[in-house]
Nanobody
């Protein structure tokens, strides 16, 4: 059973930075496409950033230039470096690995 555990969320002021981490246990992580999603209150879950097994990345337009996704296949870890945070980035952030069930997510709150 694949399990995903997100961490690193918190409360910051606008312009601040956070680094999210996702630990993926029990998965063939190195060959999986992985990514970060977020869900704000009252809104649908949306993709934030994706990274393929080969390292190709893609970002939502709203975070391009501010967020960076990376992965460590040896450690089965996924990261999201978030800089220049804005209040509209406030959401619960989830990592996704292949078809693994969603984890509990990590809350990010950005105040103006």
């Amino acid at each position: 059973q694949v399990q995903l555990v997100e961490s690193g969320g918190g409360s910051v002021q606008a312009g601040g930075s956070l680094r999210l981490s996702c630990a993926a246990s029990g998965s063939d992580f190195s060959i999986a496409a992985v990514g970060w999603y977020r869900q704000a209150p009252g809104k649908q879950r949306e993709v934030v950033a994706l990274i393929t097994s080969g390292g190709t990345t893609d970002y939502a337009n709203s975070v391009k230039g501010r967020f960076t996704i990376s992965r460590d296949n040896a450690k089965k870890m996924l990261y999201l470096q978030m800089n220049s945070l804005k209040p509209e980035d406030t959401a619960v952030y989830y990592c996704a690995v292949g078809t693994a069930p969603w984890g509990q997510g990590t809350q990010v709150t950005v105040s103006s």
